[in-house]
Nanobody, 119 residues
């Protein structure tokens, strides 16, 4: 069993910053890609940022230049630094990890953390 625990969400004013973290624990041999998604009320879940085990990152156009994804493989943790936040960034943010347990290869999701940006 693998668990992803997220932290760092909250309420921030427009122009402010937040740093999200997501730590994976359990039966883990290796984590390949790790991603951050978000879902606003009434909208589909969308990919925000993705990072490979080697550190190559991709971002949604809406967050390029403002958000930075990073990871610490020794800690099985992925981070999302969010700067210059806008009200349209308000959503529930979810992390995802592609986990090789040694016997299975599965995707795992965090429980989600609320990010609210006020104007």
């Amino acid at each position: 069993q693998v668990q992803l625990v997220e932290s760092g969400g909250g309420l921030v004013q427009a122009g402010g910053s937040l740093r999200l973290s997501c730590a994976a624990s359990g039966k883990i041999f290796r984590i390949n890609a790790m991603d951050w998604y978000r879902q606003a009320p009434g909208k589909q879940r969308e990919l925000v940022a993705a990072i490979t085990r080697g550190g190559s990152a991709d971002y949604a156009d809406s967050v390029k230049g403002r958000f930075t994804i990073s990871r610490d493989n020794a800690k099985n943790t992925v981070y999302l630094q969010m700067n210059s936040l806008k009200p349209e960034d308000t959503a529930v943010y979810y992390c995802r990890a592609e986990v090789d347990s040694g016997t299975n290869y599965l995707d795992y999701w965090g429980q989600g953390t609320q990010v609210t940006v006020s104007s």
